[in-house]
């Protein structure tokens, strides 16, 4: 695998929270309309988001019987022609899954419909659990896709984030690139003088990549993580350009670190913001806690409209088991405190042109509680950074959905802080670099190492 890049280069020019009284939540809005930006030749592969809708409640019977799902059993979603995603043309979605209410310790996979189902998770929980995990997975037959639970009884909620075109059908041609960046912390409400957001806050934040590249700058792909919350709750991100959706991006327990990977639609600042650090052009999105909780924000990724040169097209998968450490698949027994294990990704799931796999990412019944980090393994330019991607408690199983840079030799690191955990990743798919971008606009994507210039907490 020949090495494609470095760092993506970006600036953040600032954040700003402000607090303001909730609402009642609105059904899904239309998307937030995007500036002027170059058709793309070829949309296989490229990603549009939408406005966070919901298709699935087993609690409303939307989407679904008005029943949990039971043992062994699933339901066929109908994805395609619902929640702004096309019926036709698309090959994959990013879809946010909730438990709430089990009744055992159980899991549950979204695959393919039609298919056979995997030996994959998409999300795993104990009795009682409430949580989410975000999840891609590749639309199956007629448009569908199956959720399966193993054990017990519990409610699943679905929302849809966007999708990704299955080929270059797609009447819309202003699909985005995906561009990863190196793991850093952006946003911490715990080292904000204002303290920790109380029920009800809205943040705002504010991106800044500079004049030649605001203008493309689509989606920010971030873990984002609610901590410490005094009771249960969500977390809703959206670009803020609309009312709050009814949808939820992190939904936590009380008194829990809960971190969930999120695709957030942004909307540009207009210069009418009442806080200084939304210089006109720059991105911003919002984030609603419904519960008092701390809030991080990890920037892993971006979305484009096909403008740097370094952007990425999305290929599907059938969910696949690529590490088990209970049975030395991919890595070699349980991970002990503070050790690090280099993962080769299987040849036969990756290209010369992959740069990213993503992947599912599970914790097994860590010893105490910890942090499990994953990084590339083998890029000099990327230090194991100071952002978590799983934070499980002792005896838990959870996951998490993890964007990984595999650049340049096709492997990954995983850190384990403390305690020993066993750890498993299915991989659903990989980001690639088309042979020819289609659709390159001037500029340069850089290589400079994100800075934080400035923030503000109101």
């Known amino acids: 695998m020949r090495k494609f890049r470095t760092l993506l280069g970006a600036t953040l020019a600032g954040a700003c929270a402000l607090a303001v009284v909730p609402g009642t939540a609105s059904a899904a809005p239309a998307a937030a309309p995007q500036q002027a930006t170059a058709d793309l030749a070829d949309t296989t592969g490229a990603y549009y988001e939408v406005s966070p809708a919901r298709l699935m409640d087993t609690r409303e019977g939307l989407g679904a019987p008005k029943a949990k799902i039971g043992p062994l059993a699933k339901v066929d979603l109908q994805v395609a022609g619902r929640g702004g995603v096309p019926a036709a043309g698309v090959g994959a979605v990013v879809l946010n899954v909730t438990i709430t209410g089990p009744t055992v310790d159980s899991f549950v996979t979204a695959y393919p419909a039609g298919e056979t189902r995997p030996d994959a998770s998409s999300i795993n929980f104990a009795k009682g659990w409430l949580g989410s995990n975000n999840v891609t997975v590749k639309l199956g037959t007629g448009g569908k896709v199956s959720v399966y639970n193993r054990a017990g009884y519990t409610d699943v909620v679905v929302d849809v984030v966007g999708y990704y075109a299955k080929d270059n059908s797609m009447t819309n041609r202003n699909g985005g690139q995906y561009e990863w960046s190196a793991p850093m912390r952006y946003f911490d409400t715990r080292t904000d003088p204002e303290g920790k957001p109380t029920a009800g806050t809205t943040l705002e934040y504010a991106l800044d990549f500079g004049p030649d590249r605001n203008p493309h700058m689509r ?240």
């Not at 030395?328 to 010369?352: E, H, Q």
């Not at 942090?371 to 996951?399: G, H």
């Open 219 to 458: 989606t920010v792909v971030t873990n984002l993580t609610a901590v410490a919350p005094a009771s249960a709750g969500f977390l809703t991100a959206w670009s803020g350009f609309t009312a709050k959706p009814t949808a939820s991006t992190v939904n936590y327990g009380a008194g829990r670190n809960v971190p969930n990977t999120a695709f957030i639609q942004t909307t540009p600042c207009t210069g009418a913001e009442p806080f200084q650090w939304c210089t006109p052009g720059s991105r911003k999105f919002k984030i609603f806690t419904s519960a008092s909780a701390h809030v991080l924000v990890d920037v892993v990724g971006t979305v484009d409209d096909g403008f740097s040169e370094w952007g990425m097209r999305f290929a599907p998968m059938s969910p696949t088991r690529i590490v088990d450490s209970r049975t030395n698949l991919g890595t070699t027994g349980a991970l002990g405190a503070g050790s690090v294990r280099r993962v080769t990704v299987p040849a036969a799931l990756v290209t010369p042109e992959t740069g990213v796999a993503v992947m599912n990412v599970t914790a097994v019944k860590p010893t105490n509680n910890t942090v499990i980090t994953v990084w590339p393994a083998d890029n000099p330019d990327i230090p194991k950074p100071s952002t978590s991607n799983l934070n499980p408690y002792a005896n838990q199983v959870v996951s998490n959905a993890v964007l990984s840079i595999i650049e340049p030799t096709a492997a990954f690191k995983m850190h384990n802080l403390s305690g020993t955990t066993h750890m498993v990743a299915d991989m659903v798919g990989t980001f690639y670099y088309p042979a020819a971008p289609a659709a390159t606009l001037s500029g340069d994507a850089g290589k400079s190492k994100p800075q934080i210039v400035g923030s503000s907490h109101r």
